[in-house]
């Protein structure tokens, strides 16, 4: 059974790790350089005082590339569903040959344990190479991109750690169960690739922020812990500050009035008086548009998640994807052998 399941997959998988294998060299042999040139720059601009032009300029002459390798470990787990998963068991349906198997020796837990054993395994190596590949290249720009992207935000989140792992193992499984519901190759092929999308947008939106609780902290609004206003003429000033700790995944950025309550914005006028915005490319407010802000009692409230927390989040949501990876090759034991004739 086992060497008649390798004869059916042995295409797929040697396209997928050919395709992996390929990239791994390309990242070996760019990736020295890349964090030699980083290291350099680093202690080159710490010996005249500064870095943050230096990491500005290195993230942006990377970002494109960069990017492109996120969106591959991304990309990892959905093909492994759609061509993987959802034609494992279909085909068989589809061609009728499922049966002939069943009229041999073996059983259909056996035939199902194996495919989905074999080729289950096969799934969660691949991404996790892709993951391991790519997490080592950037590590680099990971570092410099701390504050602008941390490894705990929704992006890079799915393409570090040992998360791919479980997502490829549901995304396998997924591709099972609904071929094994729906019978038919494309249409199964298409709800597998919906439902999983919809889940990986859930998950950070919905899911992650909760599963530990956010560290919560209400600060005074300053000129050195703004990053960033929105000024529409007639309307509050909307205002997002920042935290202390590097690299932390800030979840909520919400501004309370002197009562405690959460509001749009801070209604300071923009026409006269000490807030009316500078020309650029002075700061929007001068220091006395804060002192004012701070007199009216205004503060920010934020809800974040400190950068120490990625791998116990990256376990957590890992057991959650290999729970329901479990769950759903349950179903398919269970549909094989009582409903499927």
């Known amino acids: 059974m086992i060497w008649l399941t390798w004869r059916q997959f042995r295409t797929q ?46 993230f942006n002459d990377h970002q494109t590339l960069y990017f492109g ?108 169960t609904v071929g094994i519901l729906i019978r038919r190759t494309l249409p199964a092929m298409a709800i597998t690739l919906t439902v999983f999308a919809v889940v990986q947008i859930a998950m950070p939106l919905a899911i992650r922020p909760h599963l530990i609780p956010p560290v919560r902290l209400t600060t005074t609004i ?34 309370i009035n002197a009562a405690g309550h959460v509001v749009s914005g801070v209604p300071v006028s923009l026409s006269t008086g000490p807030c009316v915005p500078a020309a650029p490319p002075r700061p929007p407010f001068s220091q006395a548009c804060f002192t004012k802000i701070s007199q009216l009692g205004y503060q920010q409230q934020v809800a974040y998640q400190p950068a120490g927390r990625f791998w116990a989040f990256q376990w957590y949501e890992t057991a959650i994807f290999l729970v329901l990876a479990l769950a759903l090759a349950g179903s398919c034991f269970w549909w094989t052998r009582r409903r499927l004739f």
């Open 69 to 176: 390798l996120v969106a591959i470990v991304m990309f990892v787990p959905a093909v492994i569903g759609l061509f993987w998963g959802a034609p494992l068991i279909t085909r068989e349906l589809e061609a009728g040959t499922h049966r002939l198997v069943w009229n041999q020796s073996v059983t259909r837990t056996r035939w199902l344990a194996t495919k989905l054993g074999l080729i289950g395994l096969a799934a969660t190596a691949a991404a996790g190479l892709a993951s391991l590949a790519v997490t080592w290249w950037s590590s680099p720009i990971d570092t410099a991109a701390a504050d602008r992207f941390p490894r705990l935000s929704p992006l890079l989140f799915d393409a570090r750690g040992i998360a791919p792992l479980g997502y490829a193992a549901f995304a396998f499984t997924l591709g099972v």
């Open 13 to 58: 998988a040697a396209t997928v790790f050919a395709a992996l294998a390929a990239l791994a060299v390309v990242l070996a042999v760019t990736g020295p350089s890349l964090a030699h040139d980083y290291a350099a720059g680093i202690a080159a601009c710490t010996a005249h005082g500064g870095c943050s032009t230096f990491v500005d300029q290195f």
């Open 222 to 255: 300053t000129a050195t812990n703004v990053n960033g206003f929105l000024i529409s003429p007639g309307r509050p000033v909307h205002v997002t500050v920042g935290v202390s700790e590097p690299g932390a995944w800030i979840i909520s950025n919400q501004t």
